[in-house]
């Protein structure tokens, strides 16, 4: 299935593993470039496809105090900075109608946030770009009910949607994941990607912000992968106790390596016995 703006990557069972990865959030220019540029080279040396992921702004945080990034404008601007310079693609979140046009000429992906993956509007402008199109699913959502989510984007004549899973919410701080989800929505026929690191959040479990528990992003995602996981999304930072967000779910560079080989290993062998 070809999804990805000039259809020159392949998402899907016969493809290699995705892996969507970043920063929460641009916190600097040149933070947000090291952590890119490291990216690309360890996924480009295990031959996994890689897409970037970071937030120009953060609109849901716990807080109204809580950094939200650069804005659109100034985030935009990073972004297509490093893009020029790496040569990589890009994901970022879209909050609103009126922000799609800008984020989908400097973008490859435009990113639904979760609690806005039923917004009609939203989705059909996302829909309506060169852009693929990826639904973060609803914390408040069954699997199934993604159905009706993912056809306001290809009722709008748009086919390159992703679907990413990040767990299911059932109040007092926590997430849960149903690992049956990730097939109920591949038979929808879109890809689907695990949110590993977001998976792990503990919304709104430190207060005045999420908290989490990053020791268990690398158990979610072998076990996603040997569910059947088109790709995996982490989020992740030099420094993950100094980032201004996600940083209790944020995973550190230097885990990285290691866990690509092991997420390779499952899904070779997953692929291999099918």
């Given at each position: ?39 690309k080279d360890v996924t480009a040396d295990m031959g996994l496809n890689f897409v ?223």
């Amino acid at each position: 299935m070809k999804i990805l703006k000039n259809d020159n990557m392949l998402v899907g069972s016969n493809a290699p593993l995705l892996i969507i990865a970043g920063p929460c959030v641009i916190e600097d220019f040149e933070t947000t470039r090291g952590i890119a540029a490291y990216l690309k080279d360890v996924t480009a040396d295990m031959g996994l496809n890689f897409v970037f992921k970071a937030s120009y702004d953060k609109a849901n945080r716990t807080s109204i105090s809580s950094f939200r990034g650069p804005g659109m404008d100034q985030g935009l601007d990073i972004l297509h900075r490093i893009k020029q310079a790496l040569g990589i693609k890009l994901l970022s979140d879209v909050h609103h109608p009126v922000e799609v046009e800008a984020a989908a000429a400097i973008l490859d992906i435009l990113q639904i946030p979760a609690l806005l993956c039923r917004q009609t509007d939203l989705l059909t402008a996302a829909a309506n770009t060169a852009c693929a199109v990826n639904i973060k699913k609803g914390q408040f959502l069954a699997p199934w009910d993604m159905c009706h989510v993912i056809e306001k984007v290809t009722a709008s004549g748009n086919n390159r949607v992703l679907v990413t899973e990040r767990g299911s919410q059932f109040g007092y701080n926590n997430l849960v994941v149903d690992f049956r989800g990730l097939k109920i929505i591949q038979q929808m026929g879109t890809p689907v990607i695990f949110d590993a690191t977001h998976s792990v959040q503990l919304p709104g479990g430190a207060g005045e912000k999420s908290d989490g528990q990053r020791e268990f992003a690398p158990v979610l995602a072998k076990a996603a992968v040997a569910a059947g996981a088109d790709g995996v999304f982490l989020e992740v930072h030099p420094e993950p106790e100094k980032a201004l967000c996600d940083g209790p779910n944020s995973l550190p560079l230097d885990c990285l390596p290691k866990l690509l080989k092991q997420l390779i290993a499952i899904r070779k062998a997953v692929t291999t016995i099918e």
